[in-house]
């Protein structure tokens, strides 16, 4: 006759117990995002209403973030000057992990209608990775909400990896951002 | 009546009797444009200072590439007239120099550091304006004068996203030319009123 006791479940190894607790930390983590915008550029003006009751970002359990330190998510919104990516890469490094970028409109893609500045970089994802890009010029609300939703499904799917990308290409990302700004340390007479 | 003249003619007569002005020009009642020589711009601020022209708005520059010279713009605004006034000047372009007027205009100095950033016109008399400001490890000519290229600048310095051409210029078709020429040989025999 069989028992009719609980069976406990067979011993879990290391890998296999890190792989759950990361689940169950994803769960939560995709629903509550928390955001640091960055909003160097005009797709920032999307924002507004993708946060207000317009379009309540709140009910995605997204909400805005203060600190780079206390922040899942930073949102580049719109172009980047050499200036504001020397900050946004000090941002980048500063935030916990993991972390993921969304990069607005089309100028963190190929540039935009700034693809030939001297002071606006071309490509987002040579110097920090890049999880999604919400595409347009400026991008609809309805698609930053989009974009929103699929960077959850992508936390979800384990495809969010972009901060794991930065850490093992390191050097790449360190190369590419020297050969574009000179160097990469802030000299500010406002901070010296 | 408080203002027997209007505030232009005030202006005028008192930047004639003291200054040789290369060119006036009253743009409208609010806006007074003087051409001055370089050596005049640091006492006719000081006098226009004087008169109540107190607030330093804006240090501009223009690139005149075929004349070889940079014009200095000094934009003054007064509170107690309502006049905003240019004072122009010329530089040499090789060398631009412009002793600085942050002792005039202790405001001024950081559009002299910009106007160095973006047009490399050196002042003398600013203590830093060689100091970047917006521009951060700037490794080329300035930027906005004539003859630099960004687009050349950017293609060398930011990597540019490759894109294959997977798309078809339907106006390149052959079909579609033949019918463009043959309009256009059509509207050419109409020329003149004559019908085939």
């Not at chain 1, 574009?180 to 500010?188: F, R, S, W, Y």
């Not at chain 2, 203002?3 to 009253?26: G, H, I, P, R, Y």
């Not at chain 2, 078709?173 to 085939?196: D, F, H, P, V, Y």
Request: net charge neutral; aromatic share 12%; glycine share 6%.
């Amino acid at each position: 006759m069989k028992s009719t006791k609980f069976t406990p479940a067979r011993k879990l190894s290391k890998e296999e117990v890190d792989r759950k607790w990361w689940e169950i930390g994803d769960f939560f983590r995709r629903n509550s995002l928390w955001m640091l915008m960055y909003c160097t550029g005009c797709c920032a003006i999307e924002l507004p209403p993708a946060m207000t009751s317009a379009y309540d970002m709140e009910r995605l359990g997204m909400g805005p973030m203060a600190t780079p330190r206390q922040a899942d998510i930073l949102l580049i919104s719109g172009y980047l000057s050499v200036k504001s990516l020397r900050r946004v890469i000090y941002t980048y490094e500063q935030m916990g992990e993991p972390k993921y970028v969304v990069g607005l409109g089309s100028c963190p893609i190929n540039g935009g209608i700034y693809h030939d500045s001297h002071a606006v970089i071309n490509q987002l994802d040579q110097y920090i990775p890049v999880d999604t890009y919400v595409a347009g010029c400026m991008p609809n609300t309805e698609s930053v909400m989009n974009g929103f939703v699929d960077l959850m499904e992508q936390i979800r799917n384990k495809t969010a990896n972009g901060w794991v990308k930065y850490k093992e290409n390191y050097e790449w990302y360190k190369k590419n951002q020297k050969a574009a700004l000179g160097e990469v340390i802030i000299h500010d007479e406002f901070h010296e | 009546m408080m203002n027997s003249m209007s505030n232009v003619e005030f202006l005028k007569a008192l930047m004639t009797q003291s200054f040789k002005l290369v060119e006036t020009d009253v743009i409208d009642q609010y806006q007074v444009s003087f051409v001055l020589k370089q050596d005049d711009v640091h006492q006719a601020l000081i006098t226009l200072k004087n008169a109540g022209w107190i607030q330093m708005s804006y240090l501009s520059a223009i690139d005149w590439p075929d004349e070889n010279k940079i014009e200095l713009v000094y934009i003054l605004m007064n509170w107690e007239r309502p006049v905003h006034i240019q004072i122009r000047t010329k530089v040499d372009r090789n060398d631009p120099v412009m002793p600085s007027i942050i002792n005039i205009y202790p405001g001024a100095k950081y559009y002299e550091r910009e106007c160095y950033e973006f047009f490399g016109v050196k002042f003398p008399g600013n203590p830093d304006y060689e100091k970047q400001l917006i521009l951060e490890v700037w490794d080329d000519m300035p930027p906005l004068r004539k003859d630099f290229d960004p687009k050349a600048y950017s293609d060398k310095k930011f990597t540019k996203r490759e894109y294959k051409e997977d798309y078809l210029v339907l106006s390149e078709q052959n079909n579609k030319k033949e019918k463009r020429e043959e309009r256009k040989t059509r509207a050419e025999s109409l020329k003149g009123g004559q019908k085939i």
